[in-house]
């Protein structure tokens, strides 16, 4: 498993602030270096203070002018008549670090750097970068940026920052933002408007040289007013917080909707140009994801569907769905994508067909979705819904109404309202009449918090995240209380301390099996007569493989032989070793050749650890040969991990059927492999500042009941 590049110089320090209200609701604001051009940058801040009608203190600072607009303007920073909230910086990149002193030396904690021309731009903005993360952390200011565009307390309808989204205003609601893109970052902030969703607070980050987005999640978790965080991102230079932060999102019932770019080679060169953020394995990101609860979206469309449904105050305890409909196309369109999401469409009881069956017509459709057809009355409709949502084996209510419009449909709509009110259940509908003679209808809905879709597959997409949203919570409510397995080996990390070299296949086993690994029994002979004498303990058939640290692929170098039968085979074997390894590598140093049993039975999968810059070590399973190497079917996660997330592992790769015993295999020993992936991920805990990467390939499970054995393995050292 290869590891991600080095982390940037830039990367980030913990702010010296990590309470965020002051500044999104300032009462007083600097904008250094204003200017009176309203279509510059460093005018645009003014000009949205004004047209939005800010009601507090604003102070513009710049030499060259007297006054700017209503505002008399200040000649320098140390010049304002009090403190401010919150300053922003919009001077050229050469001059920020001065006016940032200029700030920390007035007191302002809060200041948020627009200008570009740093980290993004190569190894000087680098430096010059690093010149303002030292003046905040000497002063203790909370700066944002530089590189980014601004803030929105959409709340209060204020705004600090350039562009034509900052003079715009937005539906008030409970969902804070944080964008690591700016122009994006605003058209998303506009699109997801668009699409009805409500707003609290906005946040460009740009480069994030002090305070990443992840320090604004966690103020945002903390804040009473945000009931939602959604984040745009390039790459966490502090992903090693995501696990946490995500589970503190479980623990407060407040969703993270992420939306992570950079998962094609392509993008992440992109991204890490654009804001100097490196993405990282995006492998690694959605181990995370997944392991704290967080929700991915790809769209805007995506982060609407999911945030409108996630908005809804109602959980489902499960993942079954009952359906009524009035077209029958609809419902098995949303059966299939219920499928598709892991989600269920129970059999209902046999009561609840027999009340279907008293007020349905004889054609509808009885089997989940019901289809009470396009000639249902209101009655029959109303009806079908009380049943199905009263079935115990029912956890969430969808309605499909197709296209019903007009007076009928505003009816229905209504009726729906009163439906949801006599339970506890979460009610979606999906639903595209005519806007003109059915607003009344989209409005009752809205008012009574049921999430309205225009069709099945957004209603689907809905009711998966608000599935997702509370499995994940109900995962981390008992990852609370499984213990983490710690291993602590102090002679291990002493021993590899300083390494450089790789350690050869004997020394690797050797430190998997301190670890509780099981290793082939093998013995490393320094003569033929000692290999001869080890194969006859050991047993024949046999393996040998050279033994050398200048040799990393021993089978390339001819170094490897198999199912040794006899003592003539190994002799014959052991010269031909030699021979082919002194022609491919003469300098080589040759610690022996290993004589090692032969496994048989068991199937091969791949086992792997990686220290990786961002998020430290990580562990990663997969079926061995072309499912791990060509198809890429491996799961990932960030250690260390639990049983239960090794059990998780094992399971979700395509393969896992091989393993459970498909098409008359044996069953192989899953809670031994279990345990390795455990062991493993505390090895790597452990070992995290001497070892870089881990491969155990190929590991053998055997059939159940008869535990694991590692056949091969290598260990590369951390280098810095």
Same mark, same amino acid.
């Given at each position: 498993m290869a590891s991600s590049a080095p982390t940037s110089q830039a990367a980030s320090v913990r702010p010296a602030i990590t309470d965020f209200s002051r500044m999104f609701g300032a009462r007083s604001i600097a904008v250094v270096g204003a200017s009176a051009n309203e279509a510059s940058p460093s005018?645009?801040?003014?000009?949205?203070? /004004?047209?939005?009608?800010?009601?507090?203190?604003?102070?513009?600072?710049?030499?060259?002018?007297?006054?700017?607009?209503?505002?008399?303007?200040?000649?320098?920073?140390?010049?304002?008549?009090?403190v401010p909230d919150v300053a922003l910086i919009a001077v050229a990149a050469e001059r920020a670090a001065g006016m940032l002193e200029e700030c920390g030396q007035k007191g302002i904690r809060f200041?948020?750097?627009?200008?570009?021309?740093?980290?993004?731009?190569?190894?000087?903005?680098?430096?010059?970068?690093? /010149?303002l993360i030292e003046l905040a952390r000497q002063y203790g200011i909370g700066m944002i940026g530089p590189?980014?565009?601004?803030?929105?307390?959409?709340?209060?309808?204020?705004?600090?920052?350039?562009?034509?989204?900052?003079?715009?205003?937005?539906?008030?609601?409970?969902?804070s933002v944080t964008s690591q893109s700016g122009a994006w970052g605003n058209?998303?902030?506009?699109?997801?408007?668009?699409?009805?969703?409500?707003?609290?607070?906005?946040?460009?980050?740009?480069?994030?040289?002090?305070?990443?987005?992840?320090?604004?999640?966690?103020?945002?978790?903390?804040?009473?007013?945000?009931?939602?965080?959604?984040?745009?991102?390039?790459?966490?230079?502090?992903?090693?917080?995501?696990?946490?932060?995500? /589970?503190?999102?479980?623990?407060?019932?407040?969703?993270?909707?992420?939306?992570?770019?950079?998962?094609?080679?392509?993008?992440?060169?992109a991204a890490a140009s654009h804001t100097a953020n490196l993405g990282g394995a995006m492998a690694l990101y959605k181990a995370a994801f997944r392991q704290c609860g967080a929700i991915e979206v790809t769209d805007v469309d995506d982060l609407a569907d999911r945030a409108r449904a996630l908005l809804c105050a109602r959980r489902p305890r499960g993942p079954r769905v009952g359906v009524v409909t009035t077209s029958g196309g609809a419902g098995v369109l949303m059966a299939d994508h219920c499928a598709t999401a892991g989600l269920e469409l129970p059999e209902l009881s046999a009561s609840t067909l027999d009340a279907l069956r008293a007020t349905l017509p004889d054609f509808a459709g009885l089997n989940n979705p019901?289809?009470?057809?396009?000639?249902?009355?209101?009655?029959?409709?109303?009806?079908?819904?009380?049943?199905?949502?009263?079935?115990?084996?029912?956890d969430m209510l969808a309605v499909c109404l197709a296209a019903i419009s007009g007076p009928h449909g505003i009816g229905i709509a209504q009726t729906v309202v009163e439906v949801s009110r006599t339970t506890d259940k979460p009610v979606v509908v999906a639903w595209y009449g005519n806007a003109a003679t059915t607003q009344a209808g989209y409005d009752a809905l809205e008012q009574a918090?049921?999430?309205?879709?225009?069709?099945?597959?957004?209603?689907?997409?809905?009711?998966?995240a608000m599935w997702r949203f509370v499995r994940a919570q109900q995962a981390c409510a008992k990852l609370v209380d499984e213990p983490v397995l710690v291993l602590e080996r102090?002679?291990?990390?002493?021993?590899?301390?300083? /390494?450089?070299?790789?350690?050869?296949?004997?020394?690797?086993?050797q430190v998997l099996a301190d670890y509780g690994i099981s290793v082939t029994r093998e013995h490393l002979a320094l003569s033929l007569d000692d290999a001869v004498r080890a194969a006859a303990e050991i047993g024949y058939p046999v393996a040998m493989k050279i033994v050398s640290v200048d040799i990393p692929h021993k089978t390339e170098a001819g170094g490897v032989r198999i199912g040794i039968a006899d003592e003539a085979a190994l002799r014959a074997a052991h010269a031909q070793i030699l021979a082919n390894v002194k022609q491919y590598a003469p300098q080589a140093r040759l610690d022996g050749v290993l004589v090692q049993q032969m496994v048989s039975g068991g199937t091969e999968v791949i086992l792997?650890?990686?220290h990786d810059p961002l998020f430290g070590p990580a562990v990663m399973f997969g079926l061995g040969g072309i499912f791990a190497e060509v198809m890429k079917d491996v799961s990932f996660r960030i250690a260390p991990v639990t049983l239960t997330e090794a059990h998780e592992m094992i399971r979700e790769i395509k393969a896992f059927p091989i393993l459970d015993g498909a098409r008359g295999r044996p069953k192989a020993d899953v809670a031994a492999l279990a345990d390795a992936i455990v062991r493993l991920s505390a090895l790597a805990v452990d070992l995290k500042d001497q070892v870089g990467e881990i491969d155990v390939n190929p590991l053998f499970v055997m059939p159940a009941g008869q535990g694991v054995v590692a056949a091969d393995a290598l260990i590369k050292p951390l280098v810095r």
């Open positions: 005018g645009q801040p003014l000009m949205h203070l /004004r047209n939005l009608g800010y009601a507090g203190a604003v102070y513009p600072v710049n030499p060259r002018y007297e006054q700017i607009g209503p505002w008399r303007c200040y000649p320098d920073v140390a010049s304002l008549p009090e200041v948020i750097v627009i200008t570009s021309g740093f980290a993004e731009m190569g190894e000087r903005g680098v430096a010059a970068q690093q /010149r590189n980014c565009q601004g803030m929105i307390n959409a709340a209060e309808r204020f705004s600090l920052g350039f562009g034509a989204p900052y003079g715009l205003t937005y539906n008030a609601g409970p969902i058209a998303v902030l506009m699109l997801a408007n668009a699409a009805g969703l409500g707003f609290r607070n906005y946040q460009s980050t740009g480069n994030e040289a002090a305070t990443t987005s992840l320090d604004l999640v966690d103020w945002y978790l903390d804040d009473p007013g945000t009931g939602m965080v959604v984040s745009y991102v390039e790459g966490f230079q502090d992903a090693h917080r995501v696990i946490g932060i995500g /589970r503190k999102a479980l623990a407060v019932n407040k969703p993270w909707l992420l939306w992570k770019v950079g998962s094609s080679e392509a993008g992440a060169r019901i289809d009470v057809t396009g000639g249902a009355g209101k009655e029959g409709i109303v009806a079908a819904m009380r049943a199905v949502v009263d079935d115990p084996s029912v918090g049921i999430p309205r879709y225009d069709t099945p597959v957004r209603a689907v997409r809905g009711m998966d102090p002679a291990q990390r002493q021993a590899l301390a300083g /390494r450089q070299d790789d350690l050869t296949e004997y020394a690797a086993k792997g650890a990686t």
